[in-house]
């Protein structure tokens, strides 16, 4: 890994410093970043203090001269900026500077140029505060013409900063030997000395906690990072198959780019922006393909690695509780890491072929229809099953799934149960999933026996939909009323607003998102959509007015959890008003830090010399980002509980036996023969965790982060026992 690390760090740091960008190498950066805060002070004194210069190179401050008028320009004729920016992107020469300002000028603007005098005097000033507030570069004398270089001591940086980085900066891969437990918030992860040692809490410095107040925690992370997997070589032979053909499969393989629409003249306004739209939606979807490729190809390679070995994966958190695979491929990464991976250690499925027929039917899309209704979709399509475990690429049932080659594990896997029965051996990973699970919670911490029943947090044994809901509440709503843009909605929609519409507003709003977050997730999936409709490159208002509809649908289905979300952000901006840090102890014992802070940022931009530089420094600063902290507050708190809970149902599973299983926040995986326990150990760890005052304890941490503070106190409890969720069949299903 570190062999890896060290050659993916100096191909890329070669590569830049040969087209001569190595301020973008790491080391490059660190150096221009440490010297930029220096050089903006000092600029700044020079333009207080010096009115006059020495000769020096004039095309310097020719190109200060350039910005300075595009400045100008920005100031006096904003449209001709916004012009002339456009023309900027598709013109490289430095020439075309020169042209723009002739049009600035034949368009009326008037331009006082400077003589050379003055571009060498701004050039050279430039260059000595360079020079002497850096220490980054000297001027000396070759070939009888003065040169700017790299000090020696900028040198000698660079190449122990380069030395330095190629061991920090390993290719995380899972291990053939047992990663060492983690007897506390360090000491734990990768055993290999060469590896650098990581904290168990990333990206986050966290307040200091004994192990023995976070024992649910630590238990959960040192499990799950002694489960044994192995990677599935048929699936991987179906991949490997698939590239070598070029065959193109969803948005899993995707060889080729899409073609753009050609350029067509003498276009009305309004198919232009037509044409403009679909040219930009072409373009975003290439590059998302460029980015899956390069992404397939990384994998891959990772995975040849791996080879047929057995190997481990080490694990972290985050600051709430979360837990995280390290390397990749990863239980937790996309389709195709899931699809690749198995347990390495086969059981028999016994009883089990029952939630494996289940597991099967929700990699097909059908996780919203009853049990019954799932295995007697599995018993219908046993012949597809069948044979595209046999010939995966002549029979492609497989490939229309959502998840395609997890569909095409459980085809391989189920095939192998059809034929040996009950005596199968399985390490096919099997999901049980949370139904909403965020809703779920704000139904156990409010006791709000409606909520919980539309969550499928109650022995109800109908299986509930609370997205499904909310979007015929809204299709209801939009079908019954007056407004024009209603009615073309209804029509672009096809009189049904779907599910998928309305999934992302409801989880955004539950999280703390605003109202234009919300709108801009409505006009992201009609973008993608590509569908049909007559606002042409007006579709801003429409979408608007869609995201207000879901909105008042969500107020009144959920008005007890939106109610719930707003004090969490009111009780917490009672605090950071204060400037007191906001941390509160989670349920399993993490003490959780959600502050934000703002940042120092230094940005300049060039129109015309194609750059951009950012000075970003956190560590400066104490200044509280109290906005981002209140939103973030519902979020942090709802994943430190779904982290608590999954904490417990791993300690459980453990506890009865069973050694091989994944975590995906809040999603299970076992193998099917062990379902059956697992799911009770979910239901047992979620009644155990809400069955205790989490938002009453909340809020007495928060009042006693300021006691000068009146904390609003939560919403009222309903009549709800979260000890029904035990007897709930869909509740992880």
Wanted: hydrophobic letters at 40%; one cysteine or more; a positive charge.
């Amino acid at each position: 890994m570190v062999a890896l690390g060290r050659d993916r760090h100096r191909s890329q740091s070669s590569r830049l410093r040969s087209e001569g960008r190595e301020t973008l190498t790491v080391a490059g950066r660190r150096l221009l970043h440490g010297a930029l805060a220096k050089v903006v002070t000092a600029v700044q004194e020079w333009k207080d203090l010096a009115g006059s210069g020495q000769p020096g190179p004039w095309h310097l401050g020719r190109a200060i001269e350039r910005e300075a008028q595009m400045l100008r320009v920005r100031e006096e004729e904003p449209w001709l900026a916004t012009l002339i920016e456009k023309k900027m992107r598709w013109r490289n020469r430095k020439t075309h500077a020169d042209e723009l300002i002739e049009i600035a000028q034949d368009r009326g603007w008037r331009r006082e140029p400077w003589d050379i005098k003055q571009a060498r005097m701004v050039g050279q000033a430039c260059l000595e505060i360079l020079t002497a507030h850096t220490g980054l570069v000297e001027k000396i004398r070759i070939d009888k013409r003065w040169r700017l270089v790299a000090t020696r001591q900028a040198r000698s940086w660079l190449r122990e900063a380069d030395e330095f980085y190629e061991l920090r900066r390993p290719v995380l891969l899972p291990t053939p030997t047992p990663p060492l437990d983690w007897p506390g918030l360090t000491g734990g992860g990768y055993a290999d000395n060469a590896v650098l040692r990581r904290p168990l809490v990333k990206n986050r410095k966290i307040p200091a906690v004994k192990p023995e107040q976070i024992t649910d925690l630590l238990t959960c992370v040192n499990h799950l990072q002694s489960t044994r997997w192995r990677i599935n070589q048929e699936v991987l032979e179906t991949i490997s198959e698939l590239r070598e053909r070029g065959l193109e499969l969803g948005e899993v393989f995707t060889p080729q780019d899409e073609t753009p629409p050609p350029f067509i003249e003498n276009l009305d306004e309004t198919r232009r922006q037509a044409a403009k739209l679909q040219y930009r939606l072409v373009k975003e979807r290439n590059a998302q393909r460029r980015g899956r490729r390069l992404y397939l190809q990384r994998l891959l390679f990772g995975v040849g690695l791996l080879g047929d070995h057995e190997f481990y994966v080490p694990h972290q958190t985050d600051f709430r509780g979360r837990v995280f695979a390290i390397p990749t491929p990863s239980i937790m990464g996309s389709d195709i890491e899931r699809g690749l991976l198995e347990f390495a250690e086969a059981k028999p499925v016994g009883d089990g072929g029952k939630w494996l027929a289940i597991h099967g039917a929700n990699m097909f899309g059908l996780d919203k229809v009853s049990f019954d209704a799932r295995q007697q979709w599995v018993a219908e399509h046993e012949q597809d099953i069948r044979a595209a475990a046999a010939d995966p690429l002549g029979a492609t049932f497989w490939a229309d799934a959502p998840e395609p080659l997890q569909a095409l594990a459980f085809c391989k896997d189920y095939a192998g149960y059809l034929e040996r029965g009950p005596a199968h051996e399985s390490r096919l990973v099997c999901f049980a999933d949370g139904v909403c699970n965020a809703l779920q919670i704000y139904a156990m911490l409010l006791r709000d026996e409606k909520l919980a029943r539309l969550t499928c947090c109650t022995a109800d044994p109908e299986r509930h939909d609370i997205y499904q809901r909310i979007a015929d509440l809204v299709t209801e709503e939009m079908s019954s009323t007056p407004f024009e843009t209603d009615r073309e909605w209804m029509k672009v929609l096809g009189g049904v607003v779907p599910r998928e519409l309305v999934k992302t507003p409801i989880l955004a709003m539950v999280y703390g998102s605003t109202q234009y977050g919300q709108m801009q997730f409505v006009v992201d999936w009609f973008e993608k959509a590509a569908l049909e409709h007559p606002w042409k490159d007006r579709y801003f208002f429409p979408c608007k007015r869609l995201s207000e509809v879901i909105s008042k649908i969500m107020e009144q289905e959920l008005l007890r959890a939106i109610a719930c979300r707003r004090w969490f952000q009111r009780a917490s901006r009672r605090v950071v008003r204060r400037d007191i840090p906001l941390i509160w102890k989670s349920p399993s014992g993490l003490k959780v830090d959600g502050t934000y802070y703002r940042q120092k940022k230094i940005c300049i931009s060039s129109t015309f010399q194609k750059i951009r530089i950012r000075y970003d420094d956190a560590s400066d600063t104490e200044t509280f980002d109290r906005p981002r902290s209140t939103r973030a507050m519902s979020a942090h708190f709802i994943h430190s509980c779904d982290a608590a809970a999954l904490h417990k149902t791993v300690a459980k599973v453990r506890g009865r036996g069973i050694d091989s299983f994944a975590t995906v926040h809040d999603c299970l995986g076992v193998r099917a023969a062990d379902y059956d326990v697992a799911s009770q150990c979910v239901r047992e760890a979620y009644a155990e965790t809400f069955s205790q005052p989490l938002l009453m304890n909340l809020h007495s941490q928060l009042q006693k982060l300021a006691p000068d503070a009146e904390v609003p106190y939560p919403p009222g409890r309903g009549s709800y026992d979260p000890a029904e969720v035990i007897e709930a069949p869909y509740f992880w299903s």
